[in-house]
């Protein structure tokens, strides 16, 4: 089995910047030939899509919401994915999720991920 766990959350004002990281443990030997993404969720919605570094190519896909404020990238040497986070803002306070999976196709479903990291929370003040 392959564990993931979030870190790099936090509070921070708006305009500013997080970064976070999911590293992967266990069953790493595979790592970087999953997909990986990171989604969000509040209490009142369900979990959203945020960006993804497929295992075909390493291209990158992302939420319209982040495009030019967000980046995923990968240390496959460490196991870990990031999500650098640009130009905060309130609306973006909610717990975030690293997940992966085998799949290459239909990267914005969470329900097609396999492993799941425990979130960590973002907090933007106005």
């Known amino acids: 089995q392959m564990q993931l766990v979030e870190s790099g959350g936090g509070l921070v004002q708006a305009g500013g910047s997080l970064r976070l990281s999911c590293a992967a443990s266990?069953?790493?030997?595979?790592?970087?030939?999953?997909?990986r993404g990171w989604f969000r969720q509040s209490p009142w919605k369900e979990r959203e899509f945020v960006a993804a570094?497929?295992?075909?190519?390493?291209?990158?896909g992302y939420a319209d919401s982040v495009k030019d404020r967000f980046t995923i990238s990968i240390d496959s040497a460490k196991n870990t994915v990031y999500l650098q986070m640009n130009s905060l803002k309130p609306e973006n306070t909610e717990v975030y999720y690293c997940a992966a999976k085998t799949g290459v196709i239909n990267n914005k479903l969470s329900s097609l991920y396999n492993y799941w990291g425990q979130g960590t929370q973002v907090t933007v003040s106005s």
């Open positions: 266990g069953r790493t030997f595979t790592f970087s030939s999953y997909t």
């Open positions: 570094f497929s295992r075909s190519g390493g291209t990158t």
